[in-house]
């Protein structure tokens, strides 16, 4: 438990097991969170700095063969348009190649909200919000529950493309979208959307 790294080899080295031994055609893994992945993904590295001959060494040897080749590694760094998960993908971009050895090659942003307008139609909506009365004197009060909330997923969405333009400014990577689904369901169909949304862009 003391020594540095066994923990972790142990899960990176089942994954690239499977992979040396060709038992599936693509292992994809959904790893750990920003502030553990480093570790885990540098653990052969560690290992091999520590251990100079033997077994462990060539282990460790053949693990770092696999993760270092960008022809059969790739690291996707997921995050959301938000101020904290985008400084830790920053972070771990900063991080993960001088510390691990291995590229990271895309980005993943969870979440995004779609625009609520067309360009042409934002001044039409400003409009039509400053002159709400005669709205709900046409159609009812549940009106300004509306615009109020078109405004507020409006505004989060704008201050969450701001967040994905610092990430486009500091990290040359390609950056894939996935858009907020509005549902707390899982399984299938969740998946489906979400492969639906990929599907142009991978």
């Known amino acids: 438990d003391a020594a540095p790294g066994v923990k972790e080899i142990l899960a990176v080295g089942k994954l690239c097991h499977e992979v040396r031994d060709r038992n599936y055609d693509l292992v994809v893994v959904d790893a ?32 770092l063969d696999l993760l270092h080749d960008p022809a059969i590694t790739a690291v996707a760094i997921v995050t959301t348009p938000e101020e904290m998960p985008v400084t830790e993908a920053l972070d771990l971009f900063d991080r993960l190649e001088p510390e691990t050895g291995v590229v990271p090659t895309a980005i993943v942003a969870n979440r995004v909200l779609t625009p609520w307008f067309e360009p042409d139609e934002h001044e039409i909506a400003a409009a039509i919000a400053e002159r709400r009365d005669v709205l709900v004197d046409a159609v009812g009060r549940g009106a300004t529950v509306v615009l109020d ?20 400014a500091t990290a040359d990577l390609p950056i894939v979208t996935v858009p907020e689904l509005f549902t707390r369901a899982t399984g299938r169909r969740v998946v489906t959307l979400v492969a639906d949304a990929l599907a142009g862009q991978v």
């Open 149 to 168: 909330a078109a405004r507020v997923a409006e505004a989060r969405r704008r201050i969450g493309e701001g967040h994905l333009d610092r990430l486009r």
């Open 32 to 63: 750990e969170a920003t502030g553990h992945i480093v570790a885990q993904i540098g653990a052969p590295k560690v290992i091999r700095d520590l251990v100079q001959v033997g077994m462990v060494r060539d282990q460790t040897d053949w693990m």
